[in-house]
């Protein structure tokens, strides 16, 4: 099954521009919007009908509880149980690392090339908890390779967490080689998704990887407020929320002790706050659903064909490439650093704003990201474009 034609048509910013800008965001899709409408539909319903449910009303906790499911499908886990939303990629990541019980001497591995959303809780981490944290410093090729974080870790090394794509390179770190050896040495991998969720499929339970956190508003055509993170039971054993709230994953014992208790500590809710985003949880309810129904190796496939295509193309006008032509190593993002000329990119980028093409120029790069609903015209479009400049 291939990619269908219609789905272009629920992103209306494809009418707009040639849109090449996933990896920043989706740029709106309908699906939110008529997700948007059923909310308040049902928030009127259920109002009316004085329907109850704690912090909220019933029928969002069974779209949530829903939306649960398909997120599970999506990164491959060990159950729905272990999905917690939360606004963004590093509310997640955040939620975990400050809860982890730490004990002194432990450390953490990062990279030093990591995006804020990944770098930035481990090193609040550090400062909290007084723990290490080690960077991986940066590549010349700017490749974040498994076997440099597995030399940097050592018998203290409690976490490792990384981005499965880098927002900056569109690399593609290989998860099953980290993630096996973190396994067998009893390490946690907590993995940032947003670059890869919707567009390439994900493996967390075959990978080895115990926590996922993404956004929604690339991939997967949420919304930005909306986002979840993913956590097996083994992890969040080790995890004690750092905010409570009334919720059915804690309860509070009362005097003489004043406790918070928690019925199933591994499972995931445990991490949400009181009142959920139901909004934008209906948004990412529709849109995952959307995706596994188109099927994401059907999209990768599709994604990948063009970003080939591209590439090929690219190489033939004389541009310098960062990016890699092995599948294993990119995830639809196509990195430019060098126009092949005395032309500079950012001369090159300003051109093809020019030609109403929209993508990112960030990093002294310019970035090409792919998504369900670019066409193989796209990429014609956006080669003639860099044709045209090259020539002037």
């Keep these: 099954m291939s990619v269908p034609a219609s789905v272009r048509e629920l992103f209306p910013v494809t009418k707009r521009c040639t849109y090449f800008d996933v990896a920043y965001d989706c740029g709106g899709c309908l699906l939110g919007r008529a997700a948007a409408q059923r909310f308040f539909d049902d928030w009127e319903v259920s109002a009316s009908e004085n329907e109850r449910g704690g912090p909220g009303r019933g029928v969002f906790f069974r779209e949530l509880d829903e939306a649960r499911e398909y997120l599970n499908e999506l990164v491959g886990g060990t159950g729905p149980q272990q999905i917690a939303f939360a606004r963004n990629t590093n509310e997640g990541i955040n939620a975990l690392l400050q809860g982890f019980d730490f004990r002194e001497g432990d450390n953490i591995v990062t990279d030093a090339g990591e995006h804020q959303s990944v770098i930035m809780p481990c090193v609040n981490a550090g400062q909290f908890k007084g723990i290490e944290v080690r960077a991986l410093p940066e590549r010349e090729d700017r490749k974040i390779l498994a076997e440099d974080l597995i030399a940097l870790a050592n018998e203290r090394t409690r976490i490792i967490a990384v981005s499965h794509v880098q927002s900056a390179t569109g690399w593609c770190m290989d998860l099953a080689k980290l993630g096996a050896w973190c396994r067998e040495h009893g390490v946690f991998l907590i993995v940032d998704a947003i670059q890869s969720l919707g567009i390439k499929p994900f493996r967390a339970e075959e990978w080895g990887v115990d926590a996922v956190a ?174 045209e400049f090259l020539a002037a």
Excluded: M, Q
Excluded at 246 to 273: C, H, I, Q, R, S
Excluded at 318 to 345: C, N, Q, V, Y
Excluded at 353 to 363: A, E, G, K, T, Y
């Design 214 to 387: 993404a956004g929604s508003y690339k991939g997967l055509c949420g919304s930005e407020s909306a986002g979840f993170v993913y956590a097996d039971r083994a992890l969040l054993e080790h995890v004690t929320p750092v905010y409570s709230a009334a919720g059915f994953a804690v309860t509070l014992k009362k005097a003489p002790d004043w406790k918070l208790e928690y019925p199933d500590p591994g499972a995931a809710k445990k991490l949400e706050n009181s009142t959920l985003d139901n909004l934008g949880g209906y948004v990412l309810h529709d849109s995952v659903r959307f995706l596994l129904d188109l099927g994401i190796e059907n999209i990768w496939e599709h994604v990948n064909g063009i970003y080939h295509h591209l590439y090929d193309g690219f190489r033939a006008l004389g541009l310098e490439i960062l990016s890699s032509e092995d599948d294993a190593e990119h995830a639809g993002s196509l990195l430019l650093k060098g126009t092949g000329t005395e032309k500079s990119l950012g001369d090159l980028f300003d051109f093809l704003r020019s030609r109403n093409i929209c993508l990112s120029f960030s990093h002294g790069f310019i970035r090409v990201s792919i998504g369900v609903f670019n066409t193989p015209d796209d990429a014609d479009i956006l080669l003639a474009a860099v044709k």
